[in-house]
Structure formats: structure tokens, C-alpha cells
């Protein structure tokens, strides 16, 4: 069972998802947010004591202003580590809240122990470019970001179509905020520089990836894998980009098959 | 009233399957599209265009800055600016404007338009837009949520810059510069009239109320769907205590067509304006607003109209443009009563006449300005007669401009004879 609740860092609310039993584990999450019912959120409290911050703009944590860059947000990823007084836990991150946690290990390299990066973005290959997630319509989302783009549409929208404009303004209103502070990070290329300082990584690092991954291709898990030392990956199939509501119980297994308990 | 006669610059060669096979006219338009050698023939036709404008007595002339469109070919409207300050000679160079976010540092345009100023003579109207988010985040990949607060900094350099007594030091977010200093600096003191383009935010509307900016709607919508807004501007204005409501701190933009009579328009000219409507307002709606750029209060309010009937602005036809009041088009005096109700409806004492309308030829585009100059502009000129005491947002020229010294050809020998 996952918790809602609430920290404050230099007087901004931080929306913190709690739950679960075991070692300390953080989650940070993609570009599109996590709930209370994440599955992998969910599936993960079994066997970890979870805590899931939740960026500023998502969920009911506050806009801050204040962070403009990586480093702002880096250094705030941290900040939230010690304010929820936890010591070397296990961080994992997905998508954007993957480059967040690289970067984390990359300039704190001490602090993180074991770090498991799903999809994360934060390298360009440029002879395999990103779509741009900023310029995709609604109803091109599924097909992006799910290996079954009919289940994925199901999910995103909790059974109602696609151009209901019941969904569509929220959905976007949401977009505005989530995707606002998402853009700092990835806008208009998501590379921060987080390639030239994957060399400091000292954790021991699992790369995972959905092997249909539409959106960032599994071609930079080997990127990844290359630039950080003794990093191992491992591909799951039937799974694309959400990788993390596609199969959360494959995440799981890997994490402890690399003995992440 | 002012009138400014005001040229997109469209590109007049898009296929009449444009809207089946390309996606947007926007930011990732076809390259093959355009064509160099009848770019050369576009260009100077518009230049003309512009100039023919200002021999017949509007106001200003005016251009803007668009990157990557196909309606908009001035990427650099400060390089329009200057081709036109030299053949033209009273007229007011509106340039509606630079996108102060793009500029690095942004004393370039501190500078530019300084140097507009001066070789004109004192003839620039300056134009500060944030921008469209096609232009400043897709074409010049600013941060969305970044863009607004970059732009202030900007805005807060560019007027130091253009002020200052003495060389400064600028420590800005985005921008560092140890000597700010530009030279030359503008002939207008302390700066030329500033108009900002704004689309109804309350920031926007605040923003030219502190600074003494007019503020202006540049849409394509027409004045009917313009009411709303520029209500709220003038509500604006009432409820600060502005000590005055001029109606030259607004302007809004509209596209005219004059012809002998109001069939003629539409056999003249439709053609033309559905070819701006349907082609060069295809943009692919994933380019229209990128998240962070607006505020949530905005896309509350119109989030649908945008992606609503599977993302796409749908065809028109010259009926619902002249209904709608996107185009004012007829004879004279239709085109007389229509502006007027515009003028004292939105309550404008700037007018940004779209005369020339996507691919409409030449003969035709100066055939309607014409008619515009010698038959609707005089009747409506002196409808702000009350308020022509106000300077404050027009440029102020020398009395005694230089002009350009006539071609002399081959010159005499100095006489002391040349060294071989």
C-alpha cells in the first residue's frame, strides 16, 4: 500500500508516494509522473521500503521556479535523499527520473551504492535521434510509448477515448506543468552533458530496457553500459518505453537477480 | 488613426496539395519547397510592394520575424528594416519585431535597431515579442518554461543598454557582459516607441501599461473574434487607473481587401486569401504550443479550440472569412464601415493592414492598396481626432533627414593623375 506524503525544502511542498517493506529504495520517476498506483511502484513495496518524490509541478509537489538546470534539479534529487533521512539507498529511475539518478551517482559518487536506470534518457546518439516528445499529439502517445499501443491507450486514458474533451483538458493542463519542468531537462535535446561525467559512476549499475522501446531505442543501453563501468544491462521483452507499467514484476526479478535486496 | 501597410512575406509557391502532403508549413516545412532564384524575384517584388505603400501615404511600413515558414520569409526583419530605409523617406519602419529571447547577447538587437534608428533617421517603430512557440522553442530551441523569464532580462538589457551615461556591467542570468556599451545608440530619446504583440495575457497587458508600450494583436481571426480580448485590455486599463485610455496604446493587425465593388473583391482576390488561409496556415498542431510555454490559466480557457477536430484547422471558405470577419473585403465603402466598426469596436489607433494576402500577384496586391490609400484611409483618419496630442507611441523623425546621394557614375581623375 502506497502512501501520499508531504516534505517541505526551502519552504516548497514535495510530494513524496511512500509504501512498502525492506531496504530503502528511491524511485524517480519519467515525464509523464507516477501515481500511488503505479504498478511497479506497487509491485516494487513488496520487497523494498519505497519512496517516490515527485518533481516539482507533478502530482502536488510545488512549482519551483528557482530550478532552471540539471544541477538545480540534481542537487534537489539529493537534497530530498537527506530530507526523507536516508543513507546510500537504492536508486532507480526511469526515463527523465533515469537521467536524474545517473546524474546523482555521477556527481555524488559515494553517496549511491546501487543504481538501476530504466530507459533513462541523458545521451544523444545522433545517428539515432530521440522523437520529440514536445512536438507528439495525444493520440500518437500509445504507439511511442507502449510495445501494445491498444492496452497502452487503455491506461493513459482510464477507458475514455482519446479526443474526449473530458481527457484532452486535462490531459493537457497536466502536460503544461509536468512536461514545463520536464523541458528543462529535455527540451529541445535531452543531453545535459551527463555523458561526460558517467565516468565518476561508481555504483553498481543495472541498465534495463523494454526492447520495443519506440521512443528511446535499446541501442543506448549499450551507450550507457559503455560509459559506465561494470554497468550490466539486461533487455525485456514485450515491452516498450513504460517499461515500468508493461512489466513491473520483470523489473523486480532483475533487481534481484543483481542481488539489489 | 495609423496605418501601417504590412507584408508576411509568404512564400507563393506551395502546391495546391499542400495540406494532403506536407504536414506543416511550420518548422519542419519541406526545404525542397523553396526555390532560391524566385526567392530573389519575391523578395525585392515585396520590397517593392512596401515602398509603393509608403509613396501613397501610410503611416509606417511593417515587417516581423518568423524562422522556418513558409508564410513568413523574414527569418531577419531588421535586414527588410534596412533595404527600405534607403528608398523611402517619411514613413515609419515598423519592425514588429525582434524575439528578445533569441538574440545572444541581446544587445545585438539593442544595437540593430539603434543602427535602424540612426540610418533612418529616427524612423523605427521597435517591436518586442516573446514569440510564437514555433519559432522561439522548435526553430530556436528555447526552454518553454525558461522563455518568459529570459525575455524579461532581455527586455531589462536591451533599455540600459539603450540608456545608459556610461559603459555598465550586467550580471544577468542568461546573460554576462562585462562592458555594455553599444554603439551607435538611437537617434529617438530615450529609445524609439516600443509596440509588443501579445495574445491576452494579463502579464502581457500589464507588462505595456508599466513601460508605456502599445500593446498589439496580431492575429489572423479578424476584429470579430478579437472583441473578447482587447475588452480585456481596456478593463485592464480602467482597472490599473491608467491616467489615460488613448486608443493608440492598441493596434491590431487585419487582412483587407479593396476592389470597385464587393463582387469584385471576391473575384479578385479570393483565391489568394484561401490560399493564405488553407496552405499557409496548415501547422502541424504538436508545434503550436510547447508544454511550459503558456500558463495552465491559458490552456484552461482554449486548450480545445487548438487540438480539438483531430488537431486541424479546417478549410475555409471566402464566404465564412468575409462572415467571420477574418478578412474585411469589398468595395470602398464596405471595406469604410467594416474598419470603422473594427476601429471604434476594439478601440485601435494603430491599424496593421495585411493587404498583400498569400500569393496574391503584384498588379493586383498594389491595385487594393491603392484604393485603400485614396479611399478608405482619408475617411477614416481623423476618427481619434481627440487624441492627437499623443506622440507617445510613434516615432519622431528628423526634421531634415539625409538622402541618398544620386549614382555619379565614373568620377574625373584626381588631377594630381593616379599612380599605375
Request: proline residues 7%.
Amino acid at each position: 500500500m502506497i502512501r501520499s506524503t508531504h516534505l517541505s525544502l526551502r519552504g516548497h511542498k514535495v510530494d513524496v508516494l511512500i509504501g512498502g517493506d525492506g531496504p530503502d529504495l528511491v524511485f524517480f520517476h519519467g515525464a509523464a509522473g507516477v501515481t500511488a498506483e503505479d504498478p511497479l511502484l506497487t509491485t516494487l513495496a513488496a520487497q523494498y521500503r519505497v519512496h517516490a518524490p515527485l518533481l516539482p509541478g507533478y502530482g502536488e509537489s510545488a512549482e519551483a521556479t528557482h530550478l532552471r538546470d540539471m544541477l538545480d534539479v540534481t542537487l534537489h534529487s539529493q537534497d530530498v535523499v537527506e530530507e526523507l533521512g536516508l543513507a546510500r539507498p537504492i536508486l532507480v529511475g526511469h526515463s527523465l527520473g533515469g537521467m536524474i539518478a545517473a546524474e546523482m551517482a555521477a556527481i555524488a559518487p559515494r553517496e549511491v551504492e546501487k543504481l538501476a536506470l530504466i530507459a533513462p534518457f541523458g545521451l544523444w546518439l545522433g545517428d539515432h535521434p530521440i522523437p520529440d516528445i514536445f512536438a507528439t499529439l495525444p493520440h500518437e502517445l500509445p504507439a511511442l510509448l507502449f510495445h501494445d499501443a491498444a492496452l497502452g491507450e487503455q491506461l493513459m486514458t482510464g477507458g475514455l477515448h482519446l479526443e474526449d474533451p473530458q481527457f484532452l483538458i486535462g490531459f493537457l493542463v497536466k502536460s503544461a506543468r509536468q512536461l514545463g519542468m520536464a523541458g528543462k531537462l529535455l527540451f529541445p535535446i535531452p543531453d545535459r552533458g551527463l555523458g561526460d561525467r558517467l565516468y565518476r559512476v561508481r555504483a553498481r549499475t543495472l541498465i534495463l530496457w523494454g526492447e520495443n522501446d519506440r521512443l528511446i531505442p535499446p541501442i543506448y543501453a549499450s551507450a550507457f553500459a559503455a560509459a559506465i563501468t561494470g554497468a550490466r544491462v539486461v533487455i525485456l521483452p514485450e515491452a516498450g518505453h513504460l517499461v515500468t507499467v508493461e512489466k513491473p514484476d520483470a523489473i523486480r526479478a532483475a533487481l534481484a537477480a543483481a542481488g539489489f535486496g | 488613426m495609423r496605418f501601417t501597410w504590412f507584408n508576411l512575406m509568404p512564400w507563393p509557391d506551395m502546391p495546391d496539395d499542400f495540406r494532403e502532403k506536407h504536414r506543416s508549413v511550420w518548422v519542419d516545412i519541406d526545404p525542397h519547397l523553396f526555390d532560391p532564384v524566385r526567392g530573389h524575384e519575391v523578395y525585392n517584388t515585396y520590397l517593392d510592394q512596401l515602398e509603393y505603400a509608403a509613396s501613397l501615404g501610410f503611416d509606417g511600413i511593417g515587417c516581423n520575424e518568423h524562422h522556418q515558414n513558409g508564410y513568413g520569409l523574414m527569418p531577419s526583419p531588421n535586414l527588410i528594416a534596412a533595404s527600405l530605409a534607403r528608398r523611402t523617406e517619411k514613413v515609419a519602419l515598423v519592425v514588429l519585431g525582434n524575439s528578445i529571447a533569441l538574440y545572444n547577447p541581446p544587445i545585438r538587437v539593442a544595437e540593430e535597431f539603434a543602427m535602424l534608428d540612426v540610418i533612418s533617421g529616427g524612423r523605427l517603430v521597435a517591436g518586442f515579442p516573446v514569440g510564437t512557440s514555433m519559432d522561439t522553442n522548435y526553430c530556436y530551441g528555447q526552454i518553454p518554461a525558461l522563455t518568459r523569464e529570459k525575455y524579461a532580462e532581455a527586455h531589462e538589457l536591451i533599455l540600459r543598454a539603450w540608456t545608459a551615461e556610461a559603459p555598465f556591467a550586467f550580471n544577468g542570468r542568461y546573460t554576462k557582459l562585462r562592458y555594455v556599451n553599444i554603439w551607435p545608440r538611437p537617434l529617438q530619446k530615450p529609445y524609439p516607441p516600443i509596440h509588443i504583440p501579445g495574445g491576452g495575457s494579463l502579464e502581457t497587458y500589464d507588462f505595456c501599461l508599466d513601460n508605456t508600450y502599445s500593446y498589439s494583436y496580431l492575429s489572423f481571426s479578424g476584429y470579430l473574434r478579437a472583441r473578447a480580448l482587447m475588452a480585456g485590455y481596456w478593463d485592464r486599463v480602467a482597472a490599473r487607473h491608467t491616467p489615460d485610455d488613448s486608443p493608440y496604446r492598441a493596434g491590431f493587425a487585419q487582412t483587407i481587401c479593396v476592389a470597385e465593388t464587393d463582387a469584385e473583391a471576391e473575384r479578385l482576390y479570393a483565391e489568394h486569401v484561401l490560399y493564405f488561409y488553407n496552405r499557409c496556415l496548415h501547422i502541424f498542431p504538436g508545434f503550436a504550443d510547447a508544454p511550459g510555454y503558456r500558463t495552465v490559466k491559458t490552456i484552461q480557457s482554449g486548450a480545445l479550440a487548438q487540438y480539438g477536430a483531430r488537431f486541424r484547422y479546417q478549410p475555409v471558405t471566402w464566404g465564412e472569412l468575409i462572415e467571420g470577419g477574418h478578412v474585411i473585403a469589398g468595395s470602398p465603402e464596405t471595406v469604410r464601415q467594416r474598419l470603422e466598426d473594427l476601429i471604434r469596436g476594439l478601440r485601435v489607433g494603430n491599424l496593421y493592414c495585411l493587404i498583400h494576402v498569400g500569393n496574391m500577384p503584384t498588379e493586383k496586391t498594389m491595385y487594393s492598396t491603392r484604393l485603400f490609400a485614396e479611399r478608405v484611409m482619408p475617411a477614416l483618419r481623423h476618427i481619434w481626432r481627440d487624441y492627437d496630442w499623443d506622440e507617445r507611441f510613434w516615432c519622431h523623425p528628423l526634421r531634415h533627414a539625409v538622402r541618398p546621394a544620386e549614382l555619379r557614375g565614373a568620377l574625373p581623375a584626381p588631377s594630381q593623375g593616379m599612380v599605375a
